[in-house]
């Protein structure tokens, strides 16, 4: 019976309930977010910073998880411990198995798929970053003497 009970999911809004503990949580995910670093959000309300619980993924975890953003729109059950941040309650999504049901099966992350560069990255190609120009330095001309130039014998004023 424990066995089942830890495999029952409770829903979102019920997370914050659950603190501290390893548990099952269920909702739809409203909206797939990218944050700073390549940090992606699963949030479950329209207004994510009322809404009570959030899923984590972080960039480096990516590649273990799959291509989370075809899990907008979907119900989801995703396992882990519950843990307080920000005044929400949280699951760190690491790996694949730790989602179950319809969500389970979501693709890899596309190869192409740079996180930091937000798609821009192509595999393969290698360059330098590209630095900002710098201004041209202009050319100092020559000096101009300060002294008044001496007038040629025989042409001085009388």
């Known amino acids: 019976?424990?066995?089942?009970?830890?495999?029952?999911?409770v829903?979102?809004?019920?997370?914050?309930n659950h603190v501290g503990e390893t548990r099952c949580v269920t909702g739809k995910v409203y909206a797939v977010?990218?944050?700073l670093g390549g940090v992606h959000y699963l949030d479950f309300c329209e207004d994510y910073e009322k809404c009570p619980f959030v899923v984590v993924v972080f960039a480096d975890d990516l590649r273990?998880?799959?291509?989370?953003r075809q899990l907008q729109g979907k119900v989801i059950e995703v396992h882990g411990a519950v843990k307080m941040y920000d005044g929400r309650a949280e699951i760190i999504l690491r790996?694949?198995?730790?989602?179950s049901g319809e969500s389970a099966a979501i693709p890899p992350l596309p190869k192409t798929y740079d996180v930091e560069k937000k798609g821009r990255y192509s595999a393969g190609k290698f360059g330098y970053p590209s630095q900002p120009r710098r201004a041209a330095r202009k050319r100092q001309t020559?000096?101009?003497?300060?002294?008044?130039?001496?007038?040629?014998?025989?042409?001085a004023e009388q």
């Open 64 to 68: 273990h998880v799959g291509d989370v």
């Open 33 to 35: 977010q990218r944050g």
């Open 11 to 16: 829903p979102f809004s019920e997370a914050a």
């Open 1 to 9: 019976m424990a066995a089942r009970a830890a495999a029952e999911c």
């Open 95 to 99: 790996e694949a198995r730790q989602l």
């Open 142 to 155: 020559a000096p101009v003497p300060t002294e008044q130039p001496t007038d040629p014998p025989g042409t």
